[in-house]
T-cell receptor, first 113, second 111 residues
Framework: EADIYQTPRYLVIGTGKKITLECSQT?????MYWYQQDPGMELHLIHY???????EKGDLSSESTVSRIRTEHFPLTLESARPSHTSQYLC????????????FGPGTRLLVL | QKEVEQNSGPLSVPEGAIASLNCTYS??????FFWYRQYSGKSPELIMS????GDKEDGRFTAQLNKASQYVSLLIRDSQPSDSATYLC???????????FGGGTRVLVKP
């Protein structure tokens, strides 16, 4: 089982602010993912990374950006938060070998006022 | 058509009964399949994975895979109120480890 952490767990912020959601894992997984999920709705992949300096956009277009400078760290940034960004953001990682099982962090609930 | 399809439910099951969840996928290149459980407001947690045709059992859970029919199912035996959650089916594309998730099936176990 992967140890994957997300901070903050909850964030209430005003429109126009820059925010960074942190995600880190201690299992040495090379692959990491960001999902967005509204309450009662589907998971949508917004970003993923297959290793250091590798980032790709997911299936759902997002105004957020990501970086992958260290294997264990995959932060997500919103330069100017808007109410439409209100959602739950879930980070996941998977091991370099095997079947690709993804392990999820606890999530960050974001509310933009 | 979605790549991974699930009935959204809710699937209402009496306590102690068997809950049967279904999932179909469209990409024949899919190789690995996963069932996740997600409680309201929480993140998904892996229940089990299955890669070969047939059944795989883990405690009260049994996953079934039929690649010819492009069908995956999950049986929950002796359902408990604590099993009330949304169950997500996911498939792993052959090209890499990016998972494609279904919309989830909400299960309600009534005492």
């Amino acid at each position: 089982e992967a140890d994957i952490y997300q901070t903050p767990r909850y964030l209430v912020i005003g429109t126009g602010k820059k925010i960074t959601l942190e995600c880190s894992q201690t299992m040495g997984h090379d692959k990491m993912y960001w999902y967005q999920q509204d309450p009662g709705m589907e998971l949508h992949l917004i970003h993923y990374s297959y290793g250091v300096n590798s980032t790709e956009k997911g299936d759902l277009s997002s105004e957020s950006t990501v970086s992958r400078i260290r294997t264990e760290h995959f932060p997500l940034t919103l330069e100017s938060a808007r109410p439409s960004h209100t959602s739950q953001y879930l980070c996941a990682s998977s091991a370099p070998t095997g079947t690709g099982t993804q392990y999820f962090g606890p999530g960050t609930r974001l509310l933009v006022l | 058509q979605k790549e991974v399809e699930q009935n959204s439910g809710p699937l209402s099951v009496p306590e102690g009964a068997i809950a049967s969840l279904n999932c179909t996928y469209s990409d024949r290149g899919s190789q690995s399949f996963f069932w996740y459980r997600q409680y309201s407001g929480k993140s998904p947690e892996l229940i089990m994975s299955i890669y070969s045709n047939g059944d795989k059992e883990d405690g009260r859970f049994t996953a079934q895979l039929n690649k010819a029919s492009q069908y995956v199912s999950l049986l929950i035996r002796d359902s408990q109120p604590s099993d009330s959650a949304t169950y997500l089916c996911a498939a792993n594309k052959a090209a890499g480890n990016k998972l494609t998730f279904g919309g989830g099936t909400r299960v309600l176990v009534k005492p």
